[in-house]
């Protein structure tokens, strides 16, 4: 591939940066990846110091190759950075290092995807790089993946989320480039279980973010295998699903519901949603601007060289006025600028939060009432400590709290999917949320969505055991409240405050998933009320 068949309108920006950041690897020292940096997950849950030099030094390799690649032509920093990731103390993260274990002896989703970024690198550049770094190359990733993966079974092999597409996609495409077929038959049954995590209806549990991860991971080493054998994993009908689900779920203005670990805006890589367009006729999303090098902060090389190679310009339906996601227990609806959405779900999905119930609105370009998606990962999210996190805790989610007490984990803890209904623009989601709940005094609790454009009103319907229960209605935003006579405004959205419920507002400083501060802010209506049904009004200026 020469640079003529990548440059053009989609493409300029992203070969314009690849030449940047290898100019700026090329004049810069890369940063070392130390024991005191190794050190700081385990002593005290620090995931950001390490990850942030070991995706730096991604950034530098993935540039590096790129414009090697683009330019035809070795590049002696490129040989010297390639030598230096070999030289790595270990390809996995702390965060993912196996208790009492080797990490070499384990491959995470960095390992794989490490050995694939090697592996296909110096395929693609064969002779442009030194015959001594290829052997380097081979050697490391036979030693740090293969081997590994050769010598027993991979918790990740059963999992039936992103780990699984992801580890075996990576390491199966670098089986690939390196002719290590007995490596990708290994591979098969992770695969397979990555499929079976997904319902019917194609929804990722995990959200947009991780649909872009698991299922990119899963697109790359199909066509990486369809090349190769002529075998062709996307001829699916599942698959082909699972590749609609971005715009099924698109509240539009290049936003999403930030469910589970996802955020509300993001990019898509370019050339995953092409390839899906291309091959399977999918409706993909709006997506604003050109694709960039700093799309994914993880510069990963899967999704970078897709994109040069893959991206097109392509065709951009705008989404229908509803969506629902049966098996996800997932409604969107659209009109005039505005959107809604709603989950039901359980209380352990991957990267699961305690939100069966919430929603979101959103207006002029703008999610309103919003879900915080994904926190700072950090050691003590990934245990017990998971729920104490804002954005994972109930107490921070559109949901009711009932004698103070909200939503508890669990498979078991789920909604039941009452009504769905669409009658011409009007859209009606009824759940019960009964289960979510661990309350003594709790004996039902229903909740009613139901949309029409510029309106949703929200009933929830309880039912006690005793005379009547202290309730408190929670709505989150980032966006700061107006409190007035029965009356809440966030900018263009506005609430109803029936007669009898106090309305108040707090708000909370915490840390968004790159590690950046955020303030974001709760509404809560509160009132002592007998068994029956509340309703709350919101009008929508789209």
């Known amino acids: 591939m020469t640079p003529l ?12 940066e690849i030449h940047e950041e290898a100019e700026r690897a090329r004049t810069s020292p890369a940063p070392e990846l130390t024991f005191s940096l190794w050190r700081r997950f385990a002593d005290g849950g620090d995931r950001l110091a390490y990850e942030g030099a070991y995706f730096e030094r991604r950034r530098r390799l993935a540039a590096l190759l790129l414009a090697a690649h683009l330019d035809d032509r070795p590049d002696p920093a490129l040989d010297d950075l390639l030598w230096s990731v070999c030289d790595e103390y270990s390809w996995v993260l ?6 009492g274990g080797d990490p070499n002896a384990f491959v995470d989703l960095f390992a794989a995807e490490t050995a694939q970024t090697l592996a296909e690198g110096v395929r693609l ?6 015959a001594r770094v290829r052997a380097r190359v081979r050697a490391e990733v036979e030693r740090r993946v293969f081997a590994p993966l050769e010598a027993g079974t991979m918790w990740w092999e059963s999992a039936r989320h992103n780990w699984s597409a992801v580890c075996a996609g990576a390491a199966g495409a670098a089986a690939l480039a390196l002719g290590a077929d007995r490596v990708v038959a290994r591979l098969e049954g992770a695969m397979e279980a990555f499929l079976s995590g997904t319902g019917a209806d194609g929804a990722c549990l995990e959200g947009p973010d991780y649909w872009a991860y698991g299922f990119g991971y899963f697109v790359y080493f199909a066509e990486a295998l369809r090349e190769h054998t002529g075998e062709d994993l996307l ?3 599942h698959v082909r699903e699972m590749a609609a689900y971005p715009a099924r779920v698109d509240l539009g203005d290049g936003t999403r519901p930030a469910f589970a670990d996802a955020q509300a805006r993001g990019v898509y890589p370019a ?5 899906l367009s291309e091959r399977l006729g999918v409706p993909v999303p709006v997506t604003a601007g050109e694709p960039s090098f700093h799309d994914d902060p993880c510069y990963r090389w899967a999704h970078l060289s897709r994109t040069l190679w893959w991206a097109r310009e392509v065709p951009v339906a705008e989404p229908g006025p509803h969506t629902y996601l049966p098996d996800a227990g997932i409604v969107v609806a659209r009109s005039g600028g505005a959107a809604f959405a709603a989950k ?5 999905e991957p990267h699961n939060h305690l939100d069966v119930g919430t929603f979101v609105l959103h207006a002029r370009g703008e999610t309103v009432l919003d879900d915080l998606g994904a926190p700072e990962y950090t050691r003590d999210y990934f245990r017990e400590g998971r729920y104490l996190v804002p954005q994972a805790s109930a107490e921070w989610h559109s949901i009711p709290l009932v004698e103070g007490r909200g939503q508890v984990p669990g498979p078991e803890r789920r909604a039941e999917v009452l009504e769905h209904a669409v009658d011409g623009d009007a859209v009606t989601f009824a759940l019960d949320l009964t289960a979510a709940y661990a309350v003594p005094c709790l004996e039902r609790l229903t909740r009613t969505f139901r949309w029409r454009p510029g309106r949703l009103e929200l009933t929830d319907a309880f039912g006690f055991t005793t005379r009547d229960a202290r309730v408190s209605e929670v709505f989150v935003s980032r966006r700061r ?3 007035g006579d029965g009356r809440v405004a966030w900018g263009p959205v506005a609430l109803e405050v029936p007669a009898g419920w106090r309305a108040e507002a707090d708000e909370l400083a915490v840390r968004g998933h790159d590690g950046e501060q955020q303030t974001v802010h709760r509404v ?7 068994s029956g049904a509340h309703r709350f009004t919101f009008t929508v200026d789209g």
């Open 5 to 16: 068949e990548v440059e053009g309108p989609v493409l300029t920006r992203l070969v314009r």
């Open 94 to 99: 702390p965060a993912h290092e196996p208790k």
């Open 125 to 130: 550049l064969g002779g442009h790089v030194d």
């Open 235 to 237: 001829d699916d009908p």
């Open 271 to 275: 050339g995953l949603l092409s390839r």
């Open 344 to 348: 039901g779900g359980h209380n352990d």
């Open 481 to 483: 409240p107006v409190l």
């Open 524 to 530: 809560r209506l509160s009132a002592r009320v007998p």
